[in-house]
């Protein structure tokens, strides 16, 4: 039991060292050959970890194996179209010119109803808006609205826009942020005195943020029941 | 990127090097043990016999750990149990049932090394 467990902690850390290594994306962003990948790790990892006759050096040589051979996969794919063609696919216009491609549907085994599911995640229930939508590699789906459905931009208006930046969190859960207050040109004792005018010390403090325009955004410490 | 590729191809190169040395360590020990017990198979008297079994035994011990982290297991357990029975044999002074237990261990050292050979049965 004690060996699983020890087991279990080692290979976790080593998983996730191997997962920084090879710099994941969220799930729904993977190519099909890191879905594998990421799968596949987890399937070796996990094994090992409830039955101790296989030897630990087994795993470990097939996780490292794994990440190597996909972080040179990745790589190649990034240098060579064809190898990224082979190894991804290519993405797929589902919708041209506001018409759908029945072929182009039917080659990916998309029904109508998986093109109006994910029409409805971007948040489009009327396909007739669509222009143009394309099956993306990792089974996302891109779409580019008609010109009339597109909604109205500032520059359309012919008027300048500032740009909003990001706003610099200062402070996350009582303590400063040393990294954020530095390239936002701040020190600890303007800290201060910005929370002083809130009434405020910077343990009181969840959440800080301060914006471009010199715009805080506070959130103080709730009492925890 | 140059050094993600740099760490893709150590991780393979590293994971390839390990169980290369883990599979030709596992080789030259096996090679060796089952010399050993068909050496002490062929002594002349009972001994010899014994003499060659307490150095086979001595060779075990310095080889258990590795084993244990390149072998599945249960091969080792079955090693670690074969040789047990040839330490009660041989404190028993009995040539006869060390004999047995030697002929039984070669064959399972050769059977435990077939099951690590890289070969077109053991992928497949």
């Not at chain 2, 029975?85 to 047995?100: H, I, K, P, W």
Request: charged content about 25%; aromatic content about 6%.
């Amino acid at each position: 039991m004690l060996t699983s467990f020890i087991r279990t902690v080692l290979l976790l850390f080593f998983v996730i060292l191997c997962l920084r290594l090879m710099g994941k994306r969220q799930i729904g962003q993977l190519q099909p050959s890191e879905l594998v990948v990421t799968i596949l790790l987890s399937q070796i990892a996990a094994t090992p970890m409830q039955d101790n006759d296989i030897p630990m050096l087994n795993t470990v040589v097939s996780i490292l194996a794994l990440a190597g051979v996909e972080i040179l996969l990745s790589a190649l794919s990034m240098k060579s179209g064809t190898v990224r063609m082979l190894v991804d696919g290519s993405p797929i216009e589902v919708i041209a010119d506001g018409k759908i491609d029945q072929n182009a549907l039917k080659r990916l085994r998309y029904t109508i109803d998986d093109l109006l599911e994910g029409l409805r995640q971007k948040d489009i229930f009327d396909i007739s808006q669509v222009q143009s939508a394309v099956a993306e590699t990792n089974g996302g789906l891109s779409v580019q609205l008609k010109a009339g459905e597109q909604p109205l931009s500032v520059s359309q208006f012919g008027k300048d826009a500032a740009e909003p930046g990001v706003p610099a969190v200062l402070v996350k859960d009582g303590k400063p942020d040393q990294a954020a207050l530095k390239s936002a040109g701040l020190d600890l004792d303007t800290l201060q005195k910005l929370l002083k005018r809130e009434n405020a010390a910077v343990e009181q403090v969840f959440l800080l943020t301060l914006d471009a325009t010199g715009k805080t955004f506070l959130v103080r410490k709730e009492s925890l029941k | 990127m140059k050094g993600r590729v740099i760490a893709g191809i150590l991780c393979v190169f590293l994971s390839f090097a390990v169980s290369l040395a883990g599979f030709l360590y596992v080789r030259m020990s096996c090679g060796e043990l089952e010399r050993a017990c068909s050496s002490a198979l062929a002594a002349d008297t009972d001994e010899e016999t014994f003499a060659a079994c307490e150095s086979l035994l001595k060779k075990w011990e310095t080889r258990r750990d590795l084993f244990g982290a390149l072998l599945k297991h249960t091969d080792v357990d079955e090693l670690t149990r074969a040789f047990l029975l040839l330490e009660t044999a041989l404190e028993n002074r009995d040539a006869g049932a060390a004999r047995v237990i030697l002929a039984n261990t070669g064959a399972l050292i050769r059977v435990i090394f077939f099951g690590e050979r890289p070969d077109f049965e053991n992928i497949f």
